[in-house]
């Protein structure tokens, strides 16, 4: 049995777009305005939007962004790892330059981007905080 649970004030709120939210993130934007930029440095979060002031130092994205990252990275590049090495029986000096090149080249473009949308995606529940802001 479904029992709804008494309105909070986050529910009275407006409900924050999380597709646009979320692409905004990958972009690593600002959630709120999408034109700020979210990061200061690779992965170093601004406290507030340059643009439109939001504060974005609610996040709590810790150790997912590098979670998700590695299931995307090892779920992408093992098969490949059998396909490329069933197919072409490469070198193993080949086959290690290529695939450590590419697992890192990889995460680090996977990395910040997903940490964006884990923050885009926190901003848009309003979790953490990114409720009081509006
Ligand atoms: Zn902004």
Redesign the pocket.
Request: glycine share 18%.
């Given at each position: 049995m479904d029992q709804a649970a008494p309105p909070t004030t986050d529910d009275t709120v407006a409900p924050r777009d999380l597709k646009q939210s979320l692409k905004r993130g990958w972009r690593r934007r600002?959630p709120?305005?999408?034109?700020?930029p979210m990061m200061s440095g690779f992965l170093k979060v601004r406290d507030t939007?340059p643009?439109?002031?939001?504060e974005l130092h609610h996040h709590r994205a810790d150790d997912g962004p590098a979670y998700i990252t590695i299931l995307i990275v090892g779920h992408l590049m093992a098969p490949l790892l059998h396909i490329f090495f069933v197919q072409l029986r490469p070198d193993p000096l080949v086959t290690v330059a290529v695939f450590s090149v590419g697992c890192v080249a990889l995460s680090l473009f996977l990395l910040p981007r997903i940490k964006g949308m884990l923050i885009a995606l926190q901003w848009s529940k309003r979790m953490h905080g990114f409720g009081k802001s509006g």
């Open positions: 600002c709120n305005c999408g034109a700020g939007c643009v439109c002031n939001e």
